[in-house]
């Protein structure tokens, strides 16, 4: 049985980019993890979650005025603010 030039040539490439997908990976170092205490942006409907360009919280009082990141998270949906305002 011959292997024909361009039947060869085209093995070596798929073993060489199957070999790039498992071994590079593998090689590179693990990003470091970490927790960013905000977001950059609005998570619709959860208004749990900290905007990076909103000024920090105040502890929040049951039944007080929702903030402004809770505001535009929910908007559209008063169920939800509802919920944020008198929920735990």
């Not at 990076?52 to 908007?75: E, F, T």
Request: with cysteine; charged share 10%; aromatic share 4%.
């Amino acid at each position: 049985m011959r292997i024909s030039a361009r039947r060869l040539s085209r093995l070596l490439v798929c073993a060489a980019a199957t070999a790039g997908f498992v071994v590079v990976p593998q090689l590179a170092a693990p990003a470091a993890v970490t927790a960013a205490p905000c977001v950059n942006g609005v998570i619709p409907l959860n208004p749990y979650v900290q905007n990076c360009n909103l000024p920090p919280r105040q502890n929040r009082v049951r039944g007080a005025a929702p903030d402004a990141g809770a505001i535009i998270a929910c908007r559209g949906n008063p169920w939800c603010l509802s919920n944020y305002v008198n929920g735990p």
